[in-house]
């Protein structure tokens, strides 16, 4: 792998949060390589620092030890070059804009001019399947199709780094696996670097390239797993034993941490 | 008729007629002893049903009936041109002038000190106590004093006036947008931040659209307290025109029933004006996509 196409680059990252209950310690001696086209899932248990980490590279957060690198970059100066699109545990879209208005939010702030917005507007919602849905406000759609605008917001300004937040936790099971199918085949499109959090083991599996298996607090990297699956994926494919094996591989691993406690 | 089952005008209805029927009894009440006194000094003879009528017609009655208010208001609103000083139109576009005019002053005031308070953390430290202690002096005690000093230097007539409404009315509007400013949801702001957005698209884009519904809540207390800043502004000796002067001649005259019904007019002046807010309200919370 040549060193340009390192896209972020932990060593050693700490994170201690001060709190009024005392130091918490969220992330320890994290070492983490993501290399371009790269579909990384974090996946733990609940709280431990897998959101913090996506926020560390981010820059939403800063780390108290190690160094991080995004892009050959603070991850300070990649957030101010617009690096990534993020995409949050909720949609997060503004209420009083439609859902044009809030594909258009990254574009107004970038300044980028108006029919080049309705261009990139009218093209994201074509990819998350939701034309025809431009005038609608945010109540007016149902949870999944909310998180799809989501989706499509991030890739407005059409990032190579999409750094996402459990998109899916909130959905139900069947809804859920339409917009893993979906969102499967729009990252075999566009081969986007992707940082993706979850704490779904079959999400985990059927989604990535790599999985990183995160420990509770202090969160700590247990394992890093290699998909052996192709690179074109089925939802049928979740029945088939190298599918099952990489499950179980990821199923130990967690267990393995939480046995820390 | 659906809309009669559905709006309040039935609740309001009944409120209104219970109200007017005690209002009937505490005029009869609270008039008999002047009445029974006269009748006692004259030696007039005098039944129950004497004294009621009697205490629902009289000239200068501590408390007057409703139908005389009503027909006080009718005689100075439509009685005479309206620019005569004898008119309630008359002083009532006095006052409402000084009181959208105060009203305007202090919205402005109110926004710019929110934004300065919630964006300079000097800001928040040094000026919010100093907002919260304007509020504590009684605008009775400096209404005077705006009155008297800037007349001294020339400036008379509406403006002093309007500074008083606005000393008022500024500080729900500052209260409720420094509020409103730090509303929005901590996604939201992450999501600012994540696209490298300055302070001021942040601003635009996100703070001022999340604080509309508490701009609202503040306009329609402060139109109100506007209109009480205008018409405390007009008592101090000297003015002329205005509800607030109608008032004080009322009642050097013991002109009980004009005072009533100039306090009629003020309270149909900020009922409106709240009502005027609720509309623009929904107006622009219709274009914002708020569920009907």
């Known amino acids: ?42 996946i733990g248990p609940s709280g431990c620092g897998k959101t913090t980490l996506l926020r560390l590279i981010a820059d939403l957060e800063k780390p108290t030890g190690g160094d991080i690198q995004v892009n050959e970059m603070t991850p300070e100066e990649a957030r101010l070059q617009r690096a990534y699109g993020y995409v949050f545990q909720a949609p997060a879209l503004y209420p009083w804009r439609t859902v044009e208005g809030n594909l258009k939010l990254p574009l107004e702030i970038m300044g980028i001019d108006k029919t080049e917005q309705a261009r990139r507007s009218k093209e994201v919602l074509e990819m998350v399947d939701l034309s025809g849905f431009e005038k609608k406000f945010p109540w007016q759609l149902s949870g999944g199709m909310q998180q799809r605008v989501s989706i499509a917001r991030a890739l407005t300004f059409n990032p190579d780094l999409m750094l996402m937040d459990e998109p899916f936790g909130a959905l139900d099971e069947i809804v859920r696996d339409q917009l893993n199918e979906h969102f499967h085949r729009l990252w075999e499109e566009t081969h986007k670097t992707v940082v993706f959090v979850t704490h779904s083991i079959p999400e985990a599996a059927y989604l990535s390239t790599k999985i990183v298996v995160m420990s509770q607090r202090p969160g700590k990297i247990i394992d890093i797993i290699e998909s052996t699956l192709p690179e074109k994926r089925t939802l049928d494919m979740r029945d088939t034993p190298e599918f099952l094996a990489l499950s179980h591989r990821i199923r130990e691993g967690l267990r393995a941490g939480h046995s820390y406690d | 008729m659906n809309w009669l089952r559905t709006s309040s005008f039935f609740s309001i209805a009944a409120v209104l007629a219970f109200t007017t029927v005690i209002w009937y009894g505490a005029a009869v009440y609270l008039n008999s002893d002047v009445l029974i006194d006269k009748y006692e000094r004259k030696k007039i003879d005098w039944n129950f049903t004497k004294l009621v009528e009697d205490s629902w017609a009289m000239k200068r009655p501590i408390m007057p009936a409703p139908h005389q208010i009503m027909l006080d208001m009718k005689k100075s609103i439509f009685g005479y041109k309206i620019s005569s000083k004898r008119s309630l139109v008359y002083h009532g576009w006095v006052t409402i002038s000084s009181t959208l005019v105060g009203f305007a002053m202090g919205a402005v005031l109110g926004i710019l000190l929110a934004v300065g308070i919630v964006h300079v953390s000097t800001l928040n430290k040094s000026v919010l106590p100093w907002i919260i202690a304007s509020q504590t002096i009684p605008i009775l005690a400096i209404a005077p004093m705006v009155i008297v000093v800037l007349g001294a230097i020339g400036v008379t007539g509406l403006l002093p006036k309007a500074i008083i409404s606005a000393y008022l009315c500024f500080f729900p509007i500052a209260i409720g947008m420094v509020k409103g400013l730090r509303s929005p949801d901590p996604m939201h702001l992450d999501l600012m931040k994540t696209y490298n957005a300055s302070k001021s698209q942040t601003f635009y884009k996100l703070r001022w659209p999340t604080s509309t519904p508490f701009l609202f809540a503040s306009f329609k207390v402060s139109i109100a307290i506007s209109l009480v800043g205008a018409i405390v502004g007009e008592l101090p000796a000297g003015a002329r025109a205005g509800l607030g002067a109608r008032l004080l001649t009322g009642s050097y005259y013991g002109q009980t029933v004009q005072i009533w019904s100039a306090l009629f007019v003020a309270s149909i002046i900020a009922g409106s004006f709240v009502f005027l807010m609720t509309v623009m309200e929904s107006k622009v919370q219709k274009r914002m996509g708020v569920q009907a």
Do not use: C, W, Y
């Open chain 1, 1 to 42: 792998m040549n060193e340009s196409a390192r896209v972020v680059d932990a060593r050693k990252v700490d994170l201690v949060f001060q709190t009024s209950d005392g130091p918490v310690h969220a992330l320890s001696e994290i070492d983490l390589e993501i290399n371009k086209g790269d579909f990384i899932s974090l």
